[in-house]
């Protein structure tokens, strides 16, 4: 199966849960689904003109990440043609977050995805592959509700589904700024090292998902949005 299909293989019925630190389920809802009940993931191509009309007010306080989002060469020219795909968090009107991602060949010839020392430390050999997590923004309405932790781990959930089938798939990659160090590592990525001005390289191996995070997820988390 595609990890795109993965990816977009939700349920819109069931309850969805948020993850507390020890990988327990709690009993109440996501925050983000209480404050926006009617919310769902899309595909950007597949936005309503409405939708759309949101991008022009979507912030989420990093100016490169919103006007990737909100202009032509940005996130659509980039799935236009195929070079990334996206998962877009939206109510019938407006749009609250949004993932870019791409799956990478490791090639070593174009190393800006992923850096010399990850690949000599995780011991990535050409023809692997890695999944990288290029964009990821939440709207300020939305912040501190839970929507990006949920966006992130889909990805993670999906990248160890696809790694059953495709052993090449072993590591989920991406460069946060500073100020998401605390977020991704408190998902478990593990930093490896700074890869340019303002810019952390952090990496995941697909195999260490933890079990009862995996089941937690695919039963009760993200099986509605």
Partial sequence: ???????????????????????????????YLVKFPTIKPYKFENLSEQQKSSLESFSCGNSGIDTFLRHGEGLKFQVDRH??????????TKVLGYMAYSENEVTFSIPKMCSKTL??????????????????????????????????????????????????????????????????EKLGFRKIGVVAEG????????TELPFNILIIVDLMVLKSI
Avoid: W
């Fill in 1 to 31: 199966m595609e990890l795109n299909s993965i990816l977009s293989n939700y349920s819109d019925n069931s309850t969805q849960y948020p993850i507390t630190s020890d990988g327990a389920a709690t009993k109440s809802k996501a925050e």
């Fill in 83 to 92: 070079k990334m795909k996206s998962m877009v968090m939206a109510t019938e």
């Fill in 119 to 184: 690949r000599e430390a995780s011991g990535l050999q050409k023809g692997d592959k890695i999944f990288v997590i290029r964009y990821l923004g939440i709207d300020l309405s939305c912040k501190k509700l839970g929507l990006g932790s949920a966006l992130v781990i889909k990805a993670m959930t999906a990248c160890m589904a696809k790694a059953k089938t495709d052993p090449n798939l072993k590591l989920i990659v991406l460069h946060a700024t500073e100020s998401a160090c605390g977020f991704y």
């Fill in 199 to 206: 810019l952390i390289e952090y990496a995941y191996t697909v």
